[in-house]
């Protein structure tokens, strides 16, 4: 991975730089985020978060809800480490981080009542493979979602998003949002991949939806 390519593992670089300057500024979302998906969660079940990063969602989510075990998975070593550091640090204990594959989980079939993955499938090599990796560990009627950023986005959202980052590239955040928008946004799904991928893996109730205001698509299905 790069920041002008998608795709590969995470460095300790781009860890240390996505976090320092895009999940340390953009918190609020996570919260409306989560205010979206929590009250879908069955009272104590198990939850996965796949591509976890350093974890900002799946701690506020542990934090909120202390009747969930949480279990957040990522494939860069550098994440996990910083995941793990959080948890410390916030001394959570329903919570625990693991270094995993979203292309083939090492997890239990049936095991959880929701899985979700923020931000993290515009790296995966074979999108349909890790939702239907999501969708094969989630028990019958638990939830699969999915948000990403949007392919089809305006510049105007890609702004809003860029606003909120810690630090701006050299230039401003103009020249963050172009570069958010063609390189990310623009390597990144629409809502008719999302749908088409979670029709594939057998899920039903499948919604999609733009963000009103942000460069983000959401993507929600059952298990049948
Ligand atoms: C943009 S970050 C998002 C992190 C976190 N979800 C957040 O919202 O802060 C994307 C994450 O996806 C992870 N990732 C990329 N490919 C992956 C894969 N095949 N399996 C699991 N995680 C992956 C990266 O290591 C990185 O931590």
């Given at each position: 991975m790069n920041i002008f390519q998608m795709t590969g593992s995470w460095g300790t670089l781009e860890s240390a730089l996505y976090e320092e300057v895009v999940a340390a500024g953009i918190g609020p979302l996570y919260i409306r985020l989560l205010n979206e998906i929590d009250p879908k969660i069955p009272l104590r079940a198990e939850v996965l978060d796949v591509g976890c990063g350093s974890g900002p969602v799946a701690c506020i989510l542990a934090r909120r809800r202390p009747d969930l075990q949480v279990l957040g998975v990522d494939l860069a070593s550098a994440m996990i480490q910083r995941a793990k550091q959080r948890q410390e640090s916030e001394n959570l204990q329903n919570i625990c981080f693991q270094e995993q594959n979203a292309m083939a989980l090492e997890l239990a079939d049936d095991r959880f009542?929701?899985?979700?993955?923020?931000?993290?499938?515009?790296?995966?090599p074979e999108p349909a493979r890790g939702i239907a990796e999501m969708a094969r560990v989630v028990r019958s009627g638990g939830l699969v979602g999915i948000l990403e950023a949007d392919r089809e986005t305006t510049a105007q959202r890609a702004r809003n998003f860029c606003r909120l980052w810690r630090w701006q590239l050299p230039g401003g955040w103009l020249?963050?949002?172009?570069y958010f928008k063609h390189f990310v946004a623009g390597q990144a799904v629409t809502k008719a991949e999302l749908q088409n991928w979670f029709a594939q893996a057998g899920l039903v109730e499948i919604e999609t939806q733009s963000d009103p205001d942000?460069?983000?698509?959401?993507?929600?299905?059952?298990?049948?």
């Open positions: 009542g929701t899985a979700y993955s923020v931000a993290s499938i515009k790296h995966w020249l963050s949002a172009a942000q460069p983000f698509v959401v993507a929600t299905g059952k298990v049948p």
